[in-house]
């Protein structure tokens, strides 16, 4: 049992005591055991993938928490995230967590892709400095010793960076009247929160 299985086994009684899902959840775990000491082995899976959708659930209520507050002036939007999530399952796995900030027309999205297959691609680019160059819009970037890339298209401006080789921070600013407020949105953010949470 790796540290993860262990780190998730002993998160299990503290997101079942919620009041939203303790009750169900509880129910259909205790269901699917039951089907499993009878040998209703298709019932069991039926049983616990509900529970896992609904821990799934949970589990992306406390991973918002790690996204910062709007800084002065800006307003934290309401988004959901539960088709990105869908698509990170179907992709091979992972944890998906975005969030949005306006001010008036300007607009930046945050996003945290953490344990994906998806992120190979990421770090095959980073190591070669070669396809970056390759692409007039895109540049290296370094936050602090964090490596990563820089994309200016339009009135857009993205900042990707990979932590630890396997946590990507996507800072995304559109109609920026100054393109400094992703760094201040980047400081907001706790990385080794984001590390000791997400790894």
Same mark, same amino acid.
């Not at 993938?49 to 800006?74: M, R, S, V």
């Not at 992120?119 to 400095?129: D, E, F, Q, V, Y």
């Not at 160059?133 to 540049?139: K, L, T, W």
């Given at each position: 049992m790796n540290k993860k299985q262990i780190a998730g086994l002993l998160l299990l009684p503290a997101l079942l005591s919620s009041p939203l899902f303790a009750d169900e959840i509880t129910d259909q775990i205790n269901e699917g055991l039951k089907a499993y000491e009878t040998k209703d082995y298709k019932g069991a899976v039926d049983e616990l993938k509900f529970a896992t959708a609904q821990l799934e659930k949970l589990a992306y209520e406390e991973n918002k928490k790690l996204l910062p507050d709007a800084i002065d002036g800006w307003e934290k939007q309401k988004i959901k995230n539960s088709n990105n999530q869908m698509a990170m399952s179907i992709m091979g796995g992972g944890t998906s967590i975005k969030g949005?900030?306006?001010?008036?027309?300007?607009?930046?999205?945050?996003?945290?892709?953490?344990?994906? +297959? !998806? !992120?190979?691609?990421?770090?095959?680019?980073?190591? @070669? +400095?070669?396809?970056?160059?390759?692409?007039?819009?895109?540049? +290296?970037?370094?936050?602090? *010793?964090?490596?990563?890339?820089?994309?200016?298209?339009? @009135? *857009?401006?993205?900042?990707? !960076?990979?932590?630890?080789?396997?946590?990507? !921070?996507?800072?995304?600013?559109? @109609?920026?009247?100054?393109?400094?407020?992703?760094?201040?949105?980047?400081?907001?953010?706790?990385? @080794?929160?984001?590390?000791?949470?997400l790894l």
């Amino acid at each position: 049992m790796n540290k993860k299985q262990i780190a998730g086994l002993l998160l299990l009684p503290a997101l079942l005591s919620s009041p939203l899902f303790a009750d169900e959840i509880t129910d259909q775990i205790n269901e699917g055991l039951k089907a499993y000491e009878t040998k209703d082995y298709k019932g069991a899976v039926d049983e616990l993938k509900f529970a896992t959708a609904q821990l799934e659930k949970l589990a992306y209520e406390e991973n918002k928490k790690l996204l910062p507050d709007a800084i002065d002036g800006w307003e934290k939007q309401k988004i959901k995230n539960s088709n990105n999530q869908m698509a990170m399952s179907i992709m091979g796995g992972g944890t998906s967590i975005k969030g949005r900030y306006k001010k008036d027309k300007e607009q930046v999205d945050i996003e945290v892709v953490a344990n994906s +297959p !998806l !992120l190979a691609m990421i770090s095959m680019m980073l190591k @070669n +400095p070669a396809m970056i160059s390759a692409d007039d819009s895109m540049e +290296p970037y370094r936050y602090k *010793r964090i490596k990563g890339v820089k994309k200016t298209k339009g @009135n *857009r401006v993205e900042i990707t !960076l990979l932590i630890a080789g396997q946590i990507m !921070l996507k800072v995304e600013g559109r @109609n920026l009247k100054d393109k400094a407020v992703l760094k201040q949105y980047l400081d907001a953010i706790d990385i @080794n929160k984001l590390k000791e949470k997400l790894l």
